[in-house]
């Protein structure tokens, strides 16, 4: 113990500090789209730098080396089910579309389909894979970005066991961000 804390696992740090959503990102595959579930993603700047991890031992991976573009899609919780299940299979030998049953949309700045379940599709490019080989992260930059209007469905985050959270309450504070008032 140190004071009221008690020892945590290091290889487990990252349930404490949690990512962006999670998220579908889908590439243009060989013998169709690649679509995968990602839980370790995040925004880097405000001017549409995000990185996502994303390695060998992904099948989207060498399409995403491959093209140098994706599409991140961000499901809501209403397709927490589907998204872990195509999480649990690979595209290199299951056509998830067609296994699951989700709606292909051509982008239009990228290869890559948006997927038509989702909330949200930002259309990316690669701006940088110097972190890709030592990291498996890849530093995206948005092309375009599609926003399903009127979507409800909170978006959900991978707790790095099994388990999820749904976004919870909102609390606006908007009047209280004066040193970045130009983000509100």
Not at 17 to 24: A, D, S
Not at 44 to 55: F, Y
Not at 128 to 139: E, I
Request: aromatic residues 8%.
């Amino acid at each position: 113990m140190r004071g009221p804390f008690q020892p945590y696992p290091v290889d487990q740090v990252h349930r404490l500090i949690e990512p962006g959503p999670t998220v579908l990102i889908t590439t243009a595959g060989d013998e169709w789209p690649t679509v995968m579930t990602n839980g370790f993603n995040m925004p880097v700047r405000h001017d549409g730098l995000l990185a996502a991890v994303v390695g060998p031992w992904d099948a989207s991976f060498s399409a995403l080396r491959r093209t140098g573009e994706c599409v991140i899609a961000i499901p809501g919780a209403d397709l927490m089910e589907t998204t872990v299940g195509i999480g649990n299979c690979s595209s290199a030998e299951v056509d998830k579309w067609e296994e699951f049953d989700i709606g292909a949309i051509p982008a239009a700045t990228v290869g890559a389909p948006l997927i038509g379940q989702c909330q949200a599709n930002i259309e990316c490019v690669v701006e940088d894979d110097s972190l890709v080989d030592d990291y498996a992260l890849w530093v995206l930059r948005a092309t375009a970005t599609w926003v399903r209007p009127g979507a409800d469905a909170p978006e959900f985050h991978h707790r790095g066991n099994g388990t999820f959270t749904e976004n919870g309450a909102f609390h606006d504070l908007r009047d209280r961000m004066t040193k970045w008032r130009y983000l509100t």
